[in-house]
């Protein structure tokens, strides 16, 4: 349900980021609607990783503006941009191995309103392995079992902003299409917008409404995927 006339729930304009005295971000605008999915592309080491963590508070950017839902946003950590409806499912997922399924998922409700925190059904509809196994540690699941955790752990939080890092990563190929389906009945709902960064060509471009194309840590093409064909995107992303 893409609703490109609206004007986009993320604007990122001249967003530059330092490590030290390296510069790994240079001048990256980015766009991202709600009820579509926005893939960040490229080869290893070219900064998608870096971006996606510093949309989400986990690196302090150096320079440029973040625009959410028409507010302009400092500089915050990450539990700050959680309460402003920013989620990340983080490369390495990054759950908590000695909680159980379901203390893993109550963990993301600390930002909600006394009166919602609750797991929704939701959760186990769209993931029915968590439901068999939520009084199962985390460090228990398979990998794709724990991929499964983070997403919906990320969800719970109602997000309106959706970031997604490599969640194909060492996953088994009927979790990696459950994963995509998650992500296209999300977009459709059409209640938040999704950046994805993913170094699996087909299934980026497969999801993607709108394509960044990351090169040394500078956009080297973007646009709606209707406007770049498959075999241009590929080589950019190939070199």
């Known amino acids: 349900m893409?609703?490109?006339?609206?004007d986009p729930l993320l604007q990122v304009r001249d967003l530059t980021l330092h490590y030290g005295h390296s510069q790994i971000l240079h001048g990256v605008?980015?766009?991202?609607?709600?009820?579509?999915?926005?893939?960040?592309?490229?080869?290893?080491?070219?900064?998608?990783?870096?971006?996606?963590?510093?949309?989400?508070?986990?690196?302090?950017?150096s320079g440029g503006t973040v625009m959410l839902d028409g507010e302009a946003l400092p500089v915050l950590p990450a539990h700050h941009l959680a309460h402003k409806?920013?989620?990340?499912?983080?490369?390495?997922?990054?759950?908590?191995?000695?909680l159980t399924v379901r203390e893993n998922l109550e963990t993301g409700l600390?930002?909600?309103?006394k009166a919602d925190r609750a797991v929704p059904e939701e959760m186990f509809d769209l993931f029915p392995v968590l439901?068999?196994?939520?009084?199962?540690?985390?460090?228990?699941?398979s990998g794709g079992q724990q991929q499964q955790l983070a997403i919906a752990r990320a969800l719970i939080t109602r997000p309106k902003l959706l970031l997604m890092d490599e969640p194909t990563e060492g996953i088994q190929p009927n979790i990696i299409q459950m994963i995509?389906?998650?992500?296209?009945?999300l977009r459709d709902e059409g209640r938040m917008a999704i950046v994805l960064v993913e170094q699996y060509?087909?299934?980026?471009?497969?999801?993607?409404?709108?394509?960044?194309?990351?090169?040394?840590?500078?956009?080297i093409a973007a646009g709606g995927k209707g406007e770049m064909a498959r075999d241009e995107v590929l080589a950019k992303v190939s070199v």
């Open 2 to 6: 893409s609703i490109s006339g609206a």
């Open 29 to 61: 605008d980015i766009e991202a609607r709600t009820g579509e999915v926005t893939c960040v592309m490229g080869t290893n080491g070219v900064g998608k990783t870096s971006l996606i963590r510093a949309l989400a508070g986990r690196h302090n950017r």
């Open 85 to 98: 409806g920013i989620a990340l499912v983080s490369q390495g997922r990054e759950i908590f191995p000695l």
């Open 110 to 113: 600390s930002i909600l309103p």
């Open 131 to 141: 439901k068999d196994m939520q009084h199962r540690r985390g460090g228990d699941l």
């Open 180 to 185: 995509g389906d998650v992500i296209r009945s």
């Open 201 to 219: 060509f087909d299934f980026a471009y497969d999801l993607a409404d709108r394509i960044v194309v990351l090169q040394r840590g500078a956009v």
